[in-house]
Nanobody, 115 residues
Framework: QVHAEQSGGGLVQAGGSLRLSCAAS????????IGWYRQHPGLERELVAV???????DYADTVKGRFTITVDTATTTAYLQMNSLRPDDTAIYYC?????????WGQGTQVTVSS
């Protein structure tokens, strides 16, 4: 069974930085993508960034130029470096691991950006 373990997050002032990690473990099969999504209160979960096993990536327009997603294929861990954080980045962030065997979500982590 695949498991996605998240770490990172927390409270930061506007303009600051945080890094999130997502480690995929278990019978992952062939991993296609690891992505980060976020959910603001009362709203739908939205894509933030996604990276493929070939290291190609895509970003939501709202985070382009500020966030960077990378993947360490040796450890099957993806990282989301978040710079120039803004109060509207405040949300619960979820990791998603999509593979040939499953599609799993991390437990979620709160990111709070104070103004």
């Amino acid at each position: 069974q695949v498991h996605a373990e998240q770490s990172g997050g927390g409270l930061v002032q506007a303009g600051g930085s945080l890094r999130l990690s997502c480690a995929a473990s278990g019978a992952t099969g062939r991993i296609y993508t690891i992505g980060w999504y976020r959910q603001h209160p009362g709203l739908e979960r939205e894509l933030v960034a996604v990276v493929g096993s070939d290291h190609t990536s895509d970003y939501a327009d709202t985070v382009k130029g500020r966030f960077t997603i990378t993947v360490d294929t040796a450890t099957t861990t993806a990282y989301l470096q978040m710079n120039s954080l803004r109060p509207d980045d405040t949300a619960i962030y979820y990791c998603n691991v999509r593979s040939s065997l499953s599609n799993v979500w991390g437990q979620g982590t709160q990111v709070t950006v104070s103004s």
